[in-house]
């Protein structure tokens, strides 16, 4: 399985107003099999890094590596959901968008439907294989476009705020869904998130960033056994460390999550 | 789209309300007719016009111009549609190609199409060739310009999803880019469609073609045949509803709005 190496990487946006740090020299490790938040206010470039490791963006210093091997553009090792509910085709069926990446891929017709239901069973969806996206309500269409990463059978895992657009009651249903999905296939998974308590919750380690520029704080490692208890007193006290380290700027926005539930 | 639920009854009402208007306007007409207001021949009643579609279309006539110009019209359009879809796919997907055409494009686009009509029959001849090569050019306007709106309308997120799954250039192109901008292309070929068959019946006036919709209605001036004339004119208006209703209606509801791209 891949071991993902991010090596000094950095980047500089060249804008009108001049060169604008989106990350820099961001260094961590991630394990195989490994659930990793990146977690941090908007602007900490934690989604400008995801993309680089998605292999969207080239950074203008330093390197991804994947199970050793620089990462040059995208490739089928990695699956990517995105926030946006858009993400997913509307001309195609769920079961359509589930099977894009095997079709792209050249695998027969009945192979792949036969594992794009598997994994709509896994998001619990195998009943809406037919139903096209705009009938889905947006958690479901979450759940397809997960289902849709995972298809092709990625090591990794790229996810960015999948469910931040997400009423919270379906946020914490979806939490837990992931947790189980990932107990399931044992992806690596790369989450951002700028949700303390989800990322508490999902995460085996959390690397916090912070803004201006964007740059790695610290690495937190959450020991907790799953499935996890958000009103537990431990539970809470990781998420006072993580607001700690986050700085007195970013509370107030990080703190609008899971706690209440 | 009630009418497809509501059954037979809600069938009959959405009938009776399409129906509405056209018996108002035909009982304004004879009454207009009756009271001798215009010379009978030029201001024919509804009667006489019904006879002369019957009495034309028995005797294979109005068949004969319809079929023609139907002819006409699908050889002009299919140029359109190809070349038209096929220029605003480049203007959409390449640079160079926007800064090519846009400008011709947008010079082209609003000069009404008759003015090019003259010009036409000097370079190509009279008659069907030329009509169905202006035809073609006129219509491409319109679906050129849609068909670049709607590649520049496909959300980049469909395309880098599309990547991060695998898809190469080719695939991006048949799979993504062509069904997202379909509903920006269906738009475009009904507003080329419409925008065909109105420089088609013009052109045939003054293209001399040997038969044709276009000019059985010029014909029938010269005889006063006021009735034949709006027997022509009917014509033409069944054929531009059909095409509306049953093809690009139909088509619409079978894609973009069965996929929520488009409300129908």
Not at chain 2, 22 to 32: D, Y
Not at chain 2, 138 to 148: D, E, K, L, Q, Y
């Amino acid at each position: 399985m891949s071991h993902i190496e991010v090596r000094d990487v950095s980047l500089v946006y060249d804008t009108p107003a001049g060169r604008v740090p989106g990350v820099q020299a961001a260094n961590f490790d991630i394990e195989a099999s490994e659930f990793l938040c990146l977690l941090g206010p908007s602007g900490c470039g934690k989604s400008t890094l995801l993309n680089i490791i998605a292999g969207f963006l080239s950074p203008t210093g330093g390197e991804i590596r994947i199970g050793g091997k620089a990462v040059t553009g995208h490739g089928l090792d990695r699956g990517v959901v995105f926030q946006d509910f858009a993400q997913l085709f509307p001309w195609r069926t769920a079961l359509g968008n589930v099977t894009f990446g095997l079709e792209m891929k050249g695998v027969p017709k009945q192979e792949r439907e036969e594992i794009a239901l598997k994994q709509l069973q896994l998001v619990k969806l195998e009943k809406f294989a037919n139903a096209y996206p705009h009938h889905l309500s947006g958690g479901m269409q979450q759940r397809v476009a997960i289902a849709r990463a995972l298809a092709y059978n990625p090591a990794v895992l790229l996810m960015d705020e999948p469910f931040a657009a997400l009423d919270a009651f379906t946020r914490d249903d979806m939490q837990r869904l992931l947790a189980e999905v990932w107990r399931e296939t044992r992806k690596t998974v790369i989450y951002v998130t700028h949700n303390v308590a989800e990322a508490v919750y999902l995460a085996d380690r959390v690397v916090v960033m912070t803004p201006h520029p964007g740059t790695v704080k610290i690495e937190v490692p959450i020991r907790l056994p799953r499935p996890r208890d958000p009103l537990s007193v431990e539970f809470l006290e990781y998420q006072k460390e993580l607001l700690r380290q986050l700085g007195p700027a970013a509370t107030g926005q990080a703190t609008n999550g899971k706690a209440n539930d | 789209m009630a009418s497809a639920t509501a059954g037979a009854g809600g069938r009959l009402r959405a009938f009776a309300l399409n129906a509405y208007p056209f018996v108002v306007v035909g009982a304004l007409w004879e009454m207009v007719a009756r009271l001798g207001i215009f010379p009978p021949r030029l201001f024919p009643p509804l009667e006489e016009v019904a006879a002369a579609l019957v009495r034309l279309t028995v005797a294979g006539i109005l068949p004969h111009h319809a079929y023609e110009t139907l002819l006409r019209l699908f050889a002009g359009f299919a140029i359109a549609a190809v070349a038209g879809v096929a220029v605003g796919i480049a203007m959409g997907r390449s640079r160079r190609a926007e800064d090519i055409f846009l400008p011709l494009v947008s010079i082209g686009a609003p000069i009404p199409g008759v003015a090019y009509a003259p010009l036409f029959m000097l370079w190509f001849g009279l008659g069907s060739f030329s009509t169905i090569l202006l035809v073609g050019f006129v219509s491409a306007f319109p679906i050129i310009f849609n068909t670049w709106t709607g590649v520049k309308a496909v959300k980049e997120i469909w395309v880098r999803s599309a990547q991060a799954m695998g898809a190469d250039n080719r695939q991006l192109f048949r799979q993504v880019i062509l069904p997202g901008a379909l509903p920006y292309i269906l738009t475009g070929l009904r507003l080329g469609v419409a925008q065909a068959w109105r420089i088609l019946v013009v052109v045939e006036m003054l293209a001399a073609v040997p038969w044709g919709l276009g000019w059985l209605i010029f014909g029938a001036r010269e005889f006063l045949n006021t009735d034949v004339m709006l027997a022509g004119i009917f014509v033409i208006g069944l054929i531009g509803l059909t095409l509306e209703k049953h093809v690009f209606a139909r088509l619409e509801r079978y894609t973009v709005v069965r996929w929520g791209m488009m409300a129908s």
